[in-house]
T-cell receptor
Framework: DAGVIQSPRHEVTEMGQEVTLRCKPI?????LFWYRQTMMRGLELLIY????????DSGMPEDRFSAKMPNASFSTLKIQPSEPRDSAVYFC????????????FGPGTRLTVT | DQQVKQNSPSLSVQEGRISILNCDYT??????FLWYKKYPAEGPTFLIS?????DKNEDGRFTVFLNKSAKHLSLHIVPSQPGDSAVYFC????????????FGTGTQLKVEL
């Protein structure tokens, strides 16, 4: 059974460009989470969805960040325009909705903004 | 506001010895605490949990201890093995809080031969 799939695995872009990260959650999971990992702040929750509906986006750092989940099997995280301080590893995770603390993470996208 | 704190960014232990990873929290409303393990170039994976009403949970070589009065938990690995070398994240979970996990900054464990 496939786990959480993220693409691309690596992204290098120039400052000011638009970046789109993609995630396919585990089939049957109805909660989806986007995290950012940095040395200083560890794993930060950016936004999460339950049943495709955004529940809490308080972790989204700025208006430059946006996330969508058009259906149960796909989500995107977009940064426009990107800045060097956005360089980090971005993880997508999914879980069953009902009070499950066990989240399944994808392999992450390493983003470098030059 | 960092609700979950891991004050040791790294820890080095000899193979066969005990590894102790520490975590402090400020939110007394958490009702579960978790440890996740992360290898390079992979996503974190769930390792072990403990309910806030317990003070100990054991799973093979891994034991988590919870001291609610001190708002402190620790993960003990014994005996430590080279394959345990990874980053360990502590997290708090609030039932009814929408499945949100609040993670610490992680501790890099290196188990040396």
């Amino acid at each position: 059974d496939a786990g959480v799939i993220q693409s691309p695995r690596h992204e290098v872009t120039e400052m000011g460009q638009e970046v789109t990260l993609r995630c396919k959650p585990i089939s049957g999971h109805n909660s989806l989470f986007w995290y950012r990992q940095t040395m200083m702040r560890g794993l930060e929750l950016l936004i999460y969805f339950n049943n495709n509906v955004p529940i809490d986006d308080s972790g989204m750092p700025e208006d430059r960040f946006s996330a969508k989940m058009p259906n149960a099997s796909f989500s995107t995280l977009k940064i426009q325009p990107s800045e060097p301080r956005d360089s980090a590893v971005y993880f997508c995770a999914s879980s069953l909705q009902h009070s499950s603390y066990e989240q399944y993470f994808g392999p992450g996208t390493r983003l470098t903004v030059t | 506001d960092q609700q979950v704190k891991q004050n040791s960014p790294s820890l080095s232990v000899q193979e066969g010895r005990i590894s102790i990873l520490n975590c402090d929290y400020t939110n007394s409303m958490f009702d579960y605490f978790l440890w996740y393990k992360k290898y390079p170039a992979e996503g974190p994976t769930f390792l072990i949990s403990i309910s806030s009403i317990k003070d100990k949970n054991e799973d093979g070589r891994f034991t988590v201890f919870l001291n609610k009065s001190a708002k402190h938990l620790s993960l003990h690995i014994v005996p430590s093995q080279p394959g345990d070398s990874a980053v360990y994240f502590c997290a708090g979970f609030l039932t009814g809080g929408g499945n949100k996990l609040t993670f610490g900054t992680g501790t890099q464990l290196k188990v040396e031969l």
